[in-house]
């Protein structure tokens, strides 16, 4: 698969088309940002961490039936991924509350929440990413009902197998943000699972292993990253 041009770039990524109309190439930058692009900072390696997480993750929940967009690790900081058409949401799962959720609703982080919570954002960036219902998404054009449904349902699904997944790791699942496309009538689960996207605390002594490290200054960040790494089994080469 040969590498063409440039097409997009993200935050944390850019996206180069191949010589396959229907692939892209994703690469992962060690850029980070927080706070709808107000912190920035590089952390060291952060792309080769999430690159090889995101790889590990999307090849565990294909093997167990959920689709997706990714086919294969090329490199360091770059996959093979299928062209989807990204639905603009942010589908965000939480299994205890924190972050922003603990925020709005005066609630503890920390405090288990008796039924998981799906939420979804409309994703731009002029807006900040504000959060909406089924009914505004389906009003305003960005989906439809049906593709909600799968949608939900996938998310679902995602949550049950990483937070086993996760446990046995000594590593608990937060919350967490998947986003979706659309390809060939269908809908894949695209972009990336790593802990830029995820809340993850250690199991034992609760202390935070993700980009949380970053946006409240609690030091230690590339290590988090290289930590989680490593215990879902994957090569640390530094
Ligand atoms: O900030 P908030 O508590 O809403 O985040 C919930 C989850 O979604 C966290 O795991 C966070 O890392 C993730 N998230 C994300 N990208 C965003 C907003 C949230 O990955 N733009």
Redesign the pocket.
């Known amino acids: 698969m040969e590498k063409k041009e440039f097409l997009y770039e993200g935050k944390a990524k850019k996206v180069y088309s191949t010589d396959h109309d229907d692939r892209v190439i994703i690469y992962y930058k060690d850029d980070a940002t927080a706070f709808n692009g107000e912190k920035r900072d590089q952390i060291e390696d952060k792309g080769i961490f999430n690159n090889s997480i995101t790889s590990m993750i999307f090849e565990l929940l294909e093997k167990h039936g959920v689709k997706t967009h990714f086919i294969k690790k090329l490199n360091e900081r770059e996959q093979l991924c299928r062209k989807v058409e990204i639905i603009p949401l942010?589908v965000?799962v939480r299994n205890t509350a924190?972050?922003?959720?603990a925020k709005r609703l005066g609630i503890e982080e920390g405090m288990e929440l008796k039924t998981t919570v799906f939420e979804i954002s409309y994703k731009n960036d002029d807006l900040g990413?504000p959060l909406i219902n089924d009914y505004h998404a389906v009003a305003i054009g960005l989906t439809t009902f049906e593709e909600l449904e799968t949608i939900y349902k996938t998310a679902e699904r995602v949550n049950s197998i990483l937070k086993d997944f996760f446990l046995k790791q000594n590593i608990k699942l937060i919350?967490?943000?998947l986003e979706f496309g659309r390809y060939n009538g269908e809908i894949l689960l695209a972009d990336e699972i790593s802990p830029?996207?995820?809340?993850f605390w250690d199991a034992a002594t609760g202390e935070k292993l993700?980009?949380d490290r970053f946006r409240r200054d609690l030091g230690n960040v590339r290590e988090a990253y290289a930590e989680i790494l490593k215990r879902i089994g994957g090569v640390v080469n530094a």
């Open positions: 942010e965000i924190a972050g922003s959720m990413d919350d967490f943000k830029d996207t995820c809340r993700d980009k």
